[in-house]
Nanobody, 117 residues
């Protein structure tokens, strides 16, 4: 059974930082593309960042230069370091695992990030 468990969300002031973590189980993590998406109130879910099994990264324009994504295959965990947070970053952040060897993806339940002015 595939499980993705996010942690690290919370309340932070504008300009502050948070690090999200997503622990995966039930998948061959080293073959999986991992990603973070977010959904703000009243908006559609959007891509934040992805990282392939080879370490190639992709970021939404809105977070480039402020967020970084990394992975620890030994711990089966992906991280999202968020710096210089802004109120517009307030959203529920979801972990995503895309399994190319199955052509499927999985989602975590999400963790709320609230950035106050």
């Amino acid at each position: 059974q595939v499980q993705l468990v996010e942690s690290g969300g919370g309340l932070v002031q504008a300009g502050g930082s948070l690090r999200l973590a997503c622990a995966a189980s039930g998948i061959i993590f080293s073959l999986t593309r991992m990603g973070w998406y977010r959904q703000a109130p009243g908006k559609q879910r959007e891509l934040v960042a992805t990282i392939t099994n080879r370490g190639s990264t992709n970021f939404a324009d809105s977070v480039k230069g402020r967020f970084t994504i990394s992975r620890d295959d030994a711990k089966k965990t992906v991280y999202l370091q968020m710096n210089s947070l802004q109120a517009v970053d307030t959203a529920v952040y979801y972990c995503n695992a895309y399994l190319p060897y199955l052509g499927t993806d999985y989602w975590g339940k999400g963790t709320l990030v609230t950035v106050s002015l």
